[in-house]
C-alpha cells in the first residue's frame, strides 16, 4: 500500500473538519499547520450561540439567488479560514500553511479552485501564512503562494484594486 503525501494528509483532515459544517449551500474545512504540526482547525458556520441555517432549514444567500462570491455580508456563516484562524495565535501561524477543501452541499462534489475570499485573503495575509493549498481532486490541488495576492493586488481585491 502506498503512503500518502503530507499535503493530502492535511487536506483529508480538512475534508473531515467540513463534515462539521452547517451552512446548507457549501462546507469548508479548513486546517493550519506550521512545522509540521496542526495549529487549528476551521468550519463554515454560524457565530457560537447563533442558530444555524441547517437547524433554521433556509439560507438567505439561497433564497435570495445571491451568485458565489458576491454579498457575503448576508452571510450567516463565518468562513472555515476564518474560524481556523480564531483558534490560533499569530505567532503560531507565521510561516504556516493553510489547507482549505470545500463541497457543494446539493451533491457532495468537492469545490474545485476554491479560493478564498476577498476578506479571507486579507486576514491570511495578516495572520503570516505562506502558502494556502486547495483541494481539486482526490489527489490534485493547487497551491497559492500568499505573496502572490500582496504583489499583484488585482488577485486580492479585484479589478482597479478595489
Known amino acids: 500500500m502506498e503512503r500518502i503525501d503530507k499535503k493530502n494528509y492535511y487536506l483529508d483532515i480538512a475534508e473531515a473538519v467540513l463534515e462539521r459544517s452547517t451552512c446548507l449551500r457549501r462546507r469548508y ?61 499569530r505567532r503560531e501561524t507565521l510561516g504556516a500553511d493553510l489547507y482549505l477543501v470545500g463541497k457543494s452541499v446539493k451533491d457532495n462534489n468537492l469545490i474545485e479552485n476554491s479560493e478564498p475570499c476577498s476578506l479571507c485573503k486579507k486576514l491570511i495575509i495578516n495572520s503570516g501564512i505562506v502558502n494556502v493549498y486547495i483541494r481539486n481532486s482526490r489527489n490534485d490541488y493547487n497551491v497559492i503562494q500568499v505573496q502572490t495576492w500582496i504583489d499583484n493586488e488585482e488577485l486580492l481585491f479585484g479589478i482597479n484594486g478595489y
Open 29 to 89: 474545512g479548513a486546517v493550519i499547520v506550521n512545522n509540521d504540526e496542526i495549529i487549528s482547525t476551521g468550519y463554515n458556520g454560524s457565530p457560537r450561540g447563533c442558530t444555524n441555517c441547517n437547524e433554521k432549514g433556509s439560507c438567505i444567500r439561497e433564497e435570495l439567488n445571491i451568485p458565489r462570491g458576491t454579498k457575503y455580508e448576508l452571510c450567516a456563516s463565518v468562513h472555515a479560514e476564518q474560524n481556523a484562524l480564531l483558534s490560533a495565535s
